[in-house]
Each structure stands twice: as structure tokens, then as C-alpha cells.
């Protein structure tokens, strides 16, 4: 059974820093495209960034420039670091997996990111 970890969540101060892990169990980390979404409280979850199987990337226009996704084929782990934070980034953060070969989607459990002073 594939599974999805996720950590590194936790209050934070406007202007710092965070990284989040998630960490894929029972499944080839290589076929899957990985990514982070957000839920804030009262808004829809959305897109923050993407990292495919090749490295390829993409984020979302209001973390382009703050936020690195990357990705470790060795440890099975996808990375979000996230620099200058605010407090619109406040939100559950889950970390998301797509089989490229089966199209099979997972979710992890998230984690809460908190930018307040």
C-alpha cells in the first residue's frame, strides 16, 4: 500500500522560513509526479507547486520566488521549502502523488504552516 508522510509543519513568524518533507512508503518514488497543495480556512485547496519525475517545476504565482519544491529519487522524498513567509500562507499543507503510469492520486495527511507574529 502506497502512503504519503508528511512533516515539518509549525507555527512560524512573517518573514521566515519553513521546509516541509513527505515521504513516499511502498511505491516507485520515480513514477510519480509530486506536489504540494494548500487549504486555508473557508478556501478551496489549491496548487502551490509541482515537480514531475524529470525535475520539472512549476508553482503557484503567489509563491513564485519564495517557495523550492525539489525531489530525492534516493529517499523517496519531496521537499518544500518556503522562504518570506506570510500570513496568507497560513494553511494545511498536503503533500500530493500522481502515478504517471496508472494515474492513481494520494494525499497525505497535512500539515499545518502558521505565519503569525
Known amino acids: 500500500q502506497v502512503q504519503l508522510v508528511e512533516s515539518g509543519g509549525g507555527p512560524v513568524q512573517p518573514g521566515g522560513s519553513l521546509r516541509l518533507s513527505c515521504g513516499l512508503s511502498g511505491g516507485i518514488f520515480a513514477v510519480y509526479t509530486m506536489a504540494w497543495y494548500r487549504q486555508a480556512p473557508g478556501k478551496e485547496r489549491e496548487l502551490v507547486a509541482r515537480i514531475t519525475a524529470g525535475d520539472v517545476t512549476d508553482y503557484a504565482d503567489s509563491v513564485k520566488g519564495r517557495f523550492t519544491i525539489s525531489r530525492d529519487d534516493f529517499k523517496n522524498t519531496v521537499y518544500l521549502r518556503m522562504n518570506t513567509l506570510k500570513p496568507e500562507d497560513t494553511a494545511v499543507y498536503y503533500c500530493?502523488?500522481?502515478?504517471?503510469?496508472?494515474?492513481?492520486?494520494?494525499w497525505g495527511q497535512g500539515t499545518q504552516v502558521t505565519v503569525g507574529s
Open positions: 500530493n502523488a500522481r502515478n504517471t503510469l496508472s494515474g492513481d492520486l494520494l
